[in-house]
């Protein structure tokens, strides 16, 4: 890259061109000028260039730069212009040096002759001047009458550099601003002191005034505030927001950064719930917005009013209960709400079932309910009644088993398998696990004996704990009833995931928030499904048939009965498919509800399009177009709920004292025999800490790191390679049965070899 640029220079109709260093500044330039056109010292020279239809002068280094930057930029060969004007030096008077003293008189000097020669003539340089009679002053008219009059001494201004002070450091408060109530009014006044770094003491606080002044003697700061004539609002009287006190005094625990004035900050901060806002991050935060310093009580008591405010009172919610309850069901006919109480009318319990979601179940739905943590009473029995084939999936809590027998004796009553794996401890051993899966989810007795046989044979205690739990209970080769291929209670889990933020609510809106989402969701769904087309699927129900459909392309199937019976071969086994029953020797179809693999390939052999009609109506979205054309509606504003007089009084459970120590954390009560898991960062893999609390550097590749580790733990688990072992591949298979083919002692002998039951392992069926 070249060091110099090229341009031409003007002057007085001359052209030179000149080649610039790159790095040359304003004066060399200058000189660079002088020296081409011979310009001597008493001229200056003047620089200048064409932008466009601009000139562009150039008087220092920054115009220089910018020159510079003008003829380098882009590939263009045009030289620029540089015009140069020539400018003559004016020496001033002052300047010039003198022979002689001025304080002193010269050699010939004769005042007397001075005196009588000033009255004829006035000599000034040499040269006579005229007399104001002979000369006409053309500056006569002008006039000092109306000069404007001399401002006032300049005040000097000192700069306020407000290093660390937030923007936003005025609030402004005025005379006939309105508050909704005299706590507003005084947070705002109380934001207003600590954003502007003074304090102030209250002059006078009642239920009708509120008066504030500075608090430094002989301040004149002050604003009062009093209730409005309507006895609704507070109304700004007087402010006077000058303060006549220095304002140096320093604040290291400011009188009005109250707990509760905290909590009003923090509440916009706050409506997140799924936010992890500590006490430590508010001293930080507060400390950062509004310079000042606040204790760890401080911020514990104003978190806590802020959760107050935002979710209301926890005691009088159970007061709130029964008015909700009542209201809900004039909104929404068809509900079922009970409250139960203790013999001192404390709460225990409420129950809230959704008609919305009951009249699906009954008519759409499949007979299914899935039960986490909750207990059924005899008077529940009203919402669903006796259902036909009605299966329950729940862990195996004592309470509700008993209450499956009392409440619903003739239905199916299956244990969650995922609870029931943990129960039995296999540990970390993920081959065990999925074996276990697999176990659970065999749909003949064949394959299920046979997976089983192997879970005895490494995990002989958890065989064990299978075996008292009853197989008829979380199998579904030996499952007496219906349970509708679900293995585990995940749903209910979900929704317990779904609400882990909002657990710790209010009762009453902890229930409105079930209301949302139920209404939410009804409200979604509706709108997806409102094009349905009769013997369409589902999207989950499409996607498993489209997969068995891909499965079963190549399997052969022989008719034993056209349209009724047929054989299929599916490669490993043989089946029997019965369109009259709707059943398969494969056991898929009439335990999941879709056809199987072995009734698509017989519908293909019988040129069918379609095995649509062969799901179950549950499986369609005709189907769920109807479970959700019910309307959920809102209870409207509490103060236009209906207050009736005779509703039962709940009052706030009976709490035992609270005990010493750090109190328990939102974690879930894991079931018993249930493994806490190891949580860790996924940004830096540290256990201390999860993602969200990490403040590490990212890594430069975190991929390239993880396939870097990945691929370093599979060489550790691969076999040494050996030159020969290319070629002579089927005598290496041959000797991991047969033992080494390398004499004894020698290094090759000596590496393991791969063992025929590492293929056994992985085998998925006998």
């Not at 000149?18 to 020279?45: H, P, Q, R, W």
């Not at 328990?664 to 493994?675: L, T, V």
Request: some cysteine.
């Amino acid at each position: 890259m070249s060091r110099i640029f090229r341009v031409l220079l003007v002057c007085e109709g001359l052209t030179f061109g000149a080649s610039i260093a790159k790095n040359s500044t304003y004066a060399e330039f200058v000189n660079v000028a002088k020296n081409k056109f011979n310009i001597g010292l008493e001229y200056d020279i003047g620089l200048s260039y064409n932008v466009g239809k601009n000139f562009v002068q150039i008087v220092d280094d920054d115009d220089m730069a910018f020159f510079k930057y003008q003829v380098t930029k882009g590939k263009s060969t045009v030289l620029h212009t540089v015009y140069i004007n020539k400018i003559e030096k004016v020496n001033a008077s002052s300047s010039e040096t003198f022979e002689f003293d001025l304080n002193l008189p010269p050699d010939e000097f004769d005042e007397n002759e001075i005196y009588q020669n000033s009255e004829n003539e006035i000599y000034q340089n040499s040269e006579p001047i005229l007399s104001n009679d002979q000369f006409d002053h053309k500056w006569k008219s002008n006039t000092f009458s109306y000069m404007p009059l001399p401002p006032e001494q300049p005040t000097q201004t000192i700069k306020n550099r407000n290093v660390g002070v937030p923007k936003n450091v005025k609030k402004i408060i005025k005379m006939g601003d309105e508050f909704d109530s005299k706590e507003l009014c005084m947070a705002d006044i109380g934001e207003k002191a600590i954003l502007e770094g003074f304090q102030f003491r209250p002059r006078k606080s009642c239920t009708n005034r509120y008066d504030v002044v500075c608090r430094v003697e002989g301040c004149e700061w002050k604003i009062v505030t009093a209730k409005a004539r309507d006895n609704i609002k507070w109304v700004v009287g007087k402010v006077h927001d000058v303060h006549t006190c220095d304002r140096t005094q320093l604040y290291p625990d400011h009188r009005n950064a109250s707990a509760k004035l905290l909590g009003h900050l923090l509440v916009p901060k706050m409506g997140d719930p799924s936010r992890v806002y500590k006490p430590k991050d508010i001293v930080n935060d507060i400390n950062l917005e509004y310079n000042i310093d606040i204790s760890y009580k401080k911020a514990w008591g104003g978190r806590n009013l802020a959760l107050e405010t935002l979710s209301g009172c926890p005691k009088n919610s159970f007061s709130q209960l029964p008015y909700y309850c009542y209201n809900l069901k004039l909104k929404n006919p068809g509900w079922v709400t009970h409250i139960e109480t203790d013999d001192e009318d404390r709460f225990e319990m409420v129950f809230i079932a959704f008609g919305v979601a009951i009249r699906a179940f009954l008519d759409h739905l499949r007979p299914l309910i899935i039960i986490d943590a909750a207990h059924l009473k005899g008077t529940y029995l009203e919402c669903i009644g006796d259902v036909e084939d009605l299966a329950i999936i729940s862990d195996r809590h004592l309470g509700i088993q008993q209450a499956c027998e009392t409440v619903y004796p003739d239905a199916f009553h299956g244990f969650c398998c995922r609870h029931l794996m943990l129960n039995c401890k296999f540990g970390q051993s993920k081959r065990l696990k999925a074996l276990y899966w697999k176990t659970c989810k065999c749909y003949t007795v064949d394959e299920f004996t046979y997976a089983f046989a192997q879970i005895e044979q490494k995990a002989v205690e958890a065989h064990q704990k299978l075996l008292e739990a009853g197989v008829m209970y979380w199998s579904r080769a030996f499952c007496p009833g219906k349970r509708y291929n679900y293995m585990t209670s995940n749903t209910a889990e979900s929704i317990n995931n779904l609400t882990r933020h909002v657990r710790r609510s209010p009762i009453s809106r902890l229930m409105e928030y079930y209301r949302e989402l139920v209404q939410s969701w009804f409200c979604d769904k509706r709108e997806k499904y409102q094009d349905a087309r009769a013997g369409e699927l589902s999207d989950w129900a499409s996607a498993k048939v489209k997969d068995r459909v891909c499965k079963s392309a190549n399997w052969s199937v022989k008719p034993i009965e056209h349209r009724r019976i047929y054989e299929v071969d599916d490669r490993r086994k043989k089946h029997i498919v019965k369109f009259r029953e709707y059943t398969c020797t494969c056991r898929k179809w009439q335990l999941s509800g879709l056809p199987c693999g072995h009734a698509i390939a017989a519908c293909r052999f019988q040129g069918m399009t379609s095995c649509n009609h062969l799901a179950q109506k549950w499986f369609r979205t005709t189907t769920l177009k109807a479970t959700y054309q019910a309307l959920i509606y809102p209870l409207g504003e509490i103060p236009s709920w209906e207050l009736p007089t005779n509703l039962q009084v709940v009052k706030p459970p009976s709490m035992a004292k609270r005990q010493a120590g750090r109190p328990k954390n939102k974690d879930r009560i894991r079931s018993q025999g249930e493994e806490p898991t190891d949580n860790s960062c996924q940004r830096c893999g540290s256990s201390a800490h999860t993602r969200g609390e990490c403040n590490k550097p990212l890594p430069k590749n975190p991929k390239k790191a993880m396939k870097k580790k990945m691929r370093a733990s599979i060489d550790l688990q691969r076999l040494p390679q050996y030159p020969h072992a290319r070629s002579q591949g089927s005598r290496y298979q041959e000797g991991s049965s047969q033992g080494s083919r390398y004499p004894e002692g020698s290094s090759q002998g000596s590496q393991p070899l791969m063992s025929q039951s590492y293929h056994l392992d992985n085998m998925s069926h006998p």
